[in-house]
């Protein structure tokens, strides 16, 4: 079956830039998502990517999909102690109807 | 404002009780789904529902039932026959064409069983 792998944790200082990163096995993939969580909340779509793109930027965010080698990443610009949450990737083969997620990764800022 | 509610946000049973968790929405959303989370296991599919009076088990239906008589409401009661039942249970919904790319979520009801 699909499996998505994310490391468990990220610190990094404020002000830094934050890159969190994701493997996915299963090569239908043909949406990729991130979505963040506060603490005690539900999950936000953060953005998504086409499996056909490479590369999507919005504000202080850049997501980079390396589809040979099955790699997704995200780079947070000047990451804020508000940025700190856990931050999940997902793939879809189809719409977001049937999602599979990754563990999460942890991210703290430090000021 | 259109979102999706759970409620209670906490809630404490005791083992070998039922108990039941409700989900609303008002985003006339046809798909609504349940997961359950765990510390560092991200997110598993409990069950769906694409239409009313129709689900389908997820990956971890075991203990869990679920009914879709409203297209606003999926409520999932978590029997005494769920071995480990203490976890965070999130809610989330899709709608139609124009929102098919984003899973919308509930703020979500953490359970603990005494």
């Known amino acids: 079956g699909e499996d998505v792998e994310q490391s468990l944790f990220l610190s990094v200082r404020e002000g830094d830039s934050s890159v969190i990163n994701c493997t996915y096995t299963?090569?239908?993939?043909?949406?990729l998502y991130w979505y963040k969580q506060e603490p005690g909340a539900g999950l936000q779509l953060l953005t998504y990517i086409f499996s056909n793109m490479d590369m999507k930027q919005d504000q202080r965010l850049t997501v980079l999909l390396n589809k040979k080698d099955k790699h997704l990443s995200l780079r947070i610009a000047d990451t804020q102690t508000g940025d700190s949450a856990i931050y999940f990737c997902?793939?879809?083969?189809?719409?977001?109807?049937?999602?599979?997620f990754g563990s999460g990764t942890q991210l703290t800022v430090l000021p | 404002d259109g979102g999706i509610t759970q409620s209670p946000k906490y809630l404490f049973r005791k083992e070998g009780q039922n108990v039941t968790l409700s989900c609303e929405q008002n985003?006339?959303?046809?798909?609504m789904y349940w997961y359950r989370q765990d510390p560092g296991q991200g997110l598993r599919l409990i069950y769906y529902s694409q239409i009313v009076n129709d689900f389908q088990k997820g990956d971890i239906a075991e203990g869990y039932s679920v009914s879709r008589e409203k297209k606003e409401s999926f409520p999932l009661t978590v029997t005494s026959a769920q071995k480990n039942p203490t976890a965070f249970y999130l809610c989330?919904?899709?709608?139609?064409?124009?929102?098919?790319?984003?899973?919308?979520f509930g703020p979500g009801t953490r359970l603990t069983v005494l």
């Open positions: 989330a919904s899709i709608g139609g064409l124009a929102t098919d790319n984003e899973q919308f």
């Open positions: 985003l006339n959303h046809d798909a």
């Open positions: 997902a793939e879809s083969e189809g719409s977001a109807r049937q999602l599979t």
């Open positions: 299963d090569s239908s993939s043909t949406y």
